[in-house]
């Protein structure tokens, strides 16, 4: 493409801000820029965790340049053509996930990395300013430009952020970048100041990886205060002047992909089919990438098995929040407490891309099946540690309805790799319905995936 050089003035003005005001731009200094137009079509990204439905068609129909997905883990599926932006999420910082990466940007195919997701946020990465400080040495031993952790709150005045900040100062750290998050009213002048002091505050380019018109005090999608129409409005000024400005290196809106958050109703860039709303046409249609790739499916379908008798337990099926015990994101067909499906992001799944975690400490997963009593039936799991420490586990079964235990396993595997494990268990008499039970009280995390249940034949 060719290169367009041209001035870019932005005069100083004068801001007076009330909630209700006409959107006003802040007090932004003269810039004299040798701008290209292809720097400024670089700078649209997007970002989805890879259980997004569709992430990968999504990608490519907004007609994204870059794409990052909260984990440092690169997928096929990604559309040709965009840059792959890895992050570490949390304080888990390994010697092999950083070689991996080192890997990586040797063979050109990583160039920037992102630091720690919201780490002021208890329920986010939640890392202190010294613990993030003590491996963000490793991080610069990838060797590519570096954006700060994105915090919370306003980045300008966060006191996570000035810590943080003084520390890298202190001791000589790299930061290339800023990372921001905003979700602001559809006021566009409020939210260019905010980036403004931001800069002021750290003198560094600023990289806005989660941005989107909210209102978090909607309940339901119906009242939500923020039409789609001043959406679009926002969209309209806010893109061409961050495509402008020399300090903004990047932006990516923050689409609500699974429609779970009503603050973000009106930000959405798809509709419940999987199309794009209007909001969405306007962004796939601002700068987009003449040059991506096809998007392609990222289901895993498990194959059908008429004999298996436990639903999901591949756990490629979904989440549900409203389980017995507690209102974590626990798989389709499961209760429990302090566990989840985790994707491809957080470990590799046995097959397919997600597999079922208990969290460190004290954790539970449970399913219930319908037997024939004096039957016996055989089970079968593949399972791991996150860590090698040597511990036990074992698979409860008890009488669901009784609430009375039937038996255990054998010790499930004691390592970090996955192993199958295969068990029989005959159902005593006057027992219809069994309750599978996985248990963790060890301070490391434990996965499993593909658990089966089948009469034996």
Same mark, same amino acid.
């Given at each position: 493409?060719?290169?367009?050089?041209?001035?870019?003035?932005?005069?100083?003005?004068?801001?007076?801000?009330?909630?209700?005001?006409?959107?006003?731009?802040?007090?932004?200094?003269?810039?004299?820029?040798?701008?290209?137009?292809?720097?400024?079509?670089?700078?649209?990204?997007?970002?989805?965790?890879?259980?997004?439905?569709?992430?990968?068609?999504?990608?490519?129909?907004?007609?994204?340049?870059?794409?990052?997905?909260?984990?440092?883990?690169?997928?096929?599926?990604?559309?040709?053509?965009?840059?792959?932006?890895?992050?570490?999420?949390?304080?888990?910082?390994?010697?092999?996930?950083?070689?991996?990466?080192?890997? =990586?940007? @040797?063979?050109? *195919? !990583?160039?920037?990395?992102?630091?720690?997701?919201?780490? +002021?946020?208890?329920?986010? &990465?939640?890392?202190?300013?010294?613990?993030?400080?003590?491996?963000?040495?490793?991080?610069?031993?990838?060797?590519?430009?570096?954006?700060?952790?994105?915090?919370?709150?306003?980045?300008?005045?966060?006191?996570?952020?000035?810590?943080?900040?003084?520390?890298?100062?202190?001791?000589?750290?790299?930061?290339?970048?800023?990372?921001?998050?905003?979700?602001?009213?559809?006021?566009?002048?409020?939210?260019?100041?905010?980036?403004?002091?931001?800069?002021?505050?750290?003198?560094?380019?600023?990289?806005?990886?989660?941005?989107?018109?909210?209102?978090?005090?909607?309940?339901?999608?119906?009242?939500?205060?923020?039409?789609?129409?001043?959406?679009?409005?926002?969209?309209?000024?806010? =893109?061409? @002047?961050?495509? *402008? !400005?020399?300090?903004?290196?990047?932006?990516?809106?923050? +689409?609500?992909?699974?429609? &779970?958050?009503?603050?973000?109703?009106?930000?959405?860039?798809?509709?419940?089919?999987?199309?794009?709303?209007?909001?969405?046409?306007?962004?796939?249609?601002?700068?987009?990438?003449?040059?991506?790739?096809?998007?392609?499916?990222?289901?895993?379908?498990?194959?059908?098995?008429?004999?298996?008798?436990?639903?999901?337990?591949?756990?490629?099926?979904?989440?549900?929040?409203?389980?017995?015990?507690?209102?974590?994101?626990?798989?389709?067909?499961?209760?429990?407490?302090?566990?989840?499906?985790?994707?491809?992001?957080?470990?590799?799944?046995?097959?397919?891309?997600?597999?079922?975690?208990?969290?460190?400490?004290?954790?539970?997963?449970?399913?219930?099946?319908?037997?024939?009593?004096?039957?016996?039936?055989?089970?079968?799991?593949?399972?791991?540690?996150?860590?090698?420490?040597?511990?036990?586990?074992?698979?409860?079964?008890?009488?669901?309805?009784?609430?009375?235990?039937?038996?255990?396993?054998?010790?499930?595997?004691?390592?970090?790799?996955?192993?199958?494990?295969?068990?029989?268990?005959?159902?005593?008499?006057?027992?219809?319905?069994?309750?599978?039970?996985?248990?963790?009280?060890?301070?490391?995390?434990?996965?499993?995936?593909?658990?089966?249940?089948?009469?034996?034949?």
């Amino acid at each position: 493409m060719k290169k367009i050089n041209r001035i870019i003035y932005i005069v100083i003005t004068t801001l007076l801000l009330t909630g209700c005001e006409k959107n006003v731009f802040g007090d932004f200094e003269i810039q004299e820029t040798d701008y290209s137009t292809e720097v400024g079509l670089s700078k649209k990204g997007n970002a989805y965790t890879y259980n997004a439905k569709a992430w990968s068609h999504r990608t490519h129909n907004i007609g994204s340049h870059w794409f990052y997905h909260w984990g440092n883990v690169p997928r096929e599926e990604l559309p040709e053509n965009v840059e792959y932006v890895p992050m570490f999420w949390g304080k888990k910082v390994t010697d092999e996930d950083v070689e991996r990466l080192k890997q =990586l940007a @040797a063979e050109g *195919k !990583i160039k920037y990395l992102l630091g720690f997701n919201e780490p +002021d946020g208890i329920t986010q &990465s939640n890392v202190t300013v010294d613990e993030a400080i003590a491996v963000w040495h490793k991080l610069e031993e990838v060797g590519v430009p570096l954006i700060s952790p994105a915090v919370v709150g306003d980045s300008s005045d966060n006191p996570w952020m000035i810590e943080f900040m003084e520390k890298v100062e202190q001791q000589g750290l790299r930061v290339d970048y800023i990372g921001f998050h905003s979700y602001p009213g559809p006021n566009v002048g409020s939210f260019m100041n905010r980036l403004r002091k931001t800069y002021e505050a750290y003198k560094r380019p600023i990289w806005i990886t989660e941005f989107a018109v909210a209102d978090w005090k909607a309940t339901n999608d119906e009242n939500n205060k923020h039409s789609e129409a001043q959406v679009l409005e926002f969209m309209k000024e806010v =893109l061409p @002047a961050l495509d *402008k !400005i020399e300090w903004i290196s990047r932006y990516a809106w923050f +689409d609500d992909s699974d429609h &779970s958050r009503p603050a973000l109703a009106s930000s959405r860039l798809f509709d419940d089919e999987g199309n794009l709303t209007m909001v969405g046409q306007f962004y796939a249609q601002h700068n987009p990438n003449a040059l991506i790739g096809p998007g392609m499916d990222t289901e895993y379908i498990p194959p059908v098995d008429d004999d298996e008798l436990i639903f999901n337990g591949h756990f490629e099926g979904g989440t549900w929040e409203n389980t017995q015990w507690s209102t974590w994101n626990t798989p389709n067909g499961w209760d429990g407490y302090q566990s989840d499906a985790v994707s491809v992001d957080v470990t590799d799944a046995y097959t397919g891309f997600f597999s079922a975690r208990l969290q460190h400490g004290s954790s539970a997963l449970q399913t219930v099946v319908e037997v024939e009593a004096n039957k016996t039936y055989v089970y079968k799991l593949h399972s791991k540690w996150a860590e090698d420490k040597g511990h036990k586990q074992k698979i409860v079964f008890k009488d669901h309805i009784a609430n009375k235990k039937i038996a255990n396993s054998d010790a499930l595997s004691s390592t970090a790799d996955w192993t199958e494990f295969t068990g029989e268990i005959t159902i005593p008499s006057g027992v219809s319905k069994l309750r599978i039970i996985l248990w963790n009280d060890k301070q490391t995390h434990f996965y499993f995936d593909d658990i089966s249940l089948k009469e034996k034949i």
